[in-house]
C-alpha cells in the first residue's frame, strides 16, 4: 500500500523556521522525483519545491528562492522540506508528491498544515 505521510507542520511565528519531513512506503522511493506543493485558503494549489530521484538536483519556483530548501535520503525513504524565515502569507497546508517520469505515476499524501502568525 502507497503512502506518503508528511509531518512537521506547526504554527510557527513570522521569521520563524520549520522543517516537515514526509515519509514513503509503499513503492521504490528512488525512482521518484519527490516535491512539496502547498495550497492556502481559497488559492490553487502550487509548486513548492522538488528534487531529482538521486537528490542531486533541486527546483524551486522564484517565489521560494532563497527561503525553502528540499533534500531527500533515499535510504530512509524520505523527503524534507526546511523553511527559513517564514511569512504569514507561507500559511497554507504542504503536500507531499511522488512523481515517476517513466510511468508517469503520482501519488500525494494528505498534507500538514503550517500556521506562520503571531
Known amino acids: 500500500q502507497v503512502q506518503l505521510v508528511e509531518s512537521g507542520g506547526g504554527l510557527v511565528q513570522p521569521g520563524g523556521s520549520l522543517r516537515l519531513s514526509c515519509q514513503a512506503s509503499g513503492f521504490t522511493f528512488s525512482s521518484y522525483v519527490m516535491s512539496w506543493y502547498r495550497q492556502a485558503p481559497g488559492k490553487e494549489r502550487e509548486l513548492v519545491a522538488a528534487?531529482?530521484?538521486?537528490?542531486?538536483?533541486?527546483n524551486y519556483p522564484d517565489s521560494m528562492k532563497g527561503r525553502f530548501i528540499i533534500s531527500r535520503d533515499n535510504a530512509k525513504n524520505t523527503v524534507y522540506l526546511q523553511m527559513n524565515s517564514l511569512k504569514p502569507e507561507d500559511t497554507a497546508v504542504y503536500y507531499c508528491?511522488?512523481?515517476?517520469?517513466?510511468?508517469?505515476?503520482?501519488?500525494w499524501g494528505k498534507g500538514t498544515l503550517v500556521t506562520v502568525s503571531s
Open positions: 528534487i531529482t530521484r538521486a537528490g542531486g538536483s533541486a
Open positions: 508528491n511522488a512523481f515517476a517520469p517513466a510511468s508517469r505515476i503520482n501519488y
